[in-house]
């Protein structure tokens, strides 16, 4: 069993930035970022293997970079030039299978979720 534990959210004006971390006890082939508005399905929006291959939703291309950190068990999500609609909770996933969480970036792929963090961007 996996275990994942999110940090890092807050509040921050739009344009801003925040670091999203997770903690995890042992990192499987492919981790990834999702994030959930309530009334809304939740979003994968990032993704990263083992080899360094990463993918990006569109709605975050080119604002968010996600990384780990082998060393030190943990999974970053950087975000900026944040906008209201990133307000969300942000949960780091965990895929033991053949890692298509990776490029599919879809929640029936994702074998193990963290408890979440709560980001809010205000206007």
């Known amino acids: 069993q996996i275990q994942l534990r999110e940090s890092g959210g807050g509040t921050v004006q739009a344009g801003g930035s925040l670091k999203l971390s997770c903690v995890v006890s042992d990192f499987s082939y492919c981790m990834g970022w999702f994030r959930h508005v309530p009334g809304q399905e939740r979003e994968g929006i990032a993704g990263?293997?083992?080899?360094?291959?990463?993918n990006y939703a569109d709605s975050v291309k080119g604002r968010f970079t996600i990384s780990k950190d082998n060393g030190h068990n943990t999974l970053y999500l950087q975000m900026n030039n944040l906008k209201p609609e990133d307000t969300a909770a942000y949960y780091c996933a965990a895929d033991l299978g053949e890692g298509l969480l990776c490029s599919r970036l879809a929640i029936y792929d994702v074998d193990y979720w963290g408890e979440g963090t709560l980001v809010t961007v205000s206007s």
């Open positions: 990263i293997n083992t080899d360094g291959y990463t």
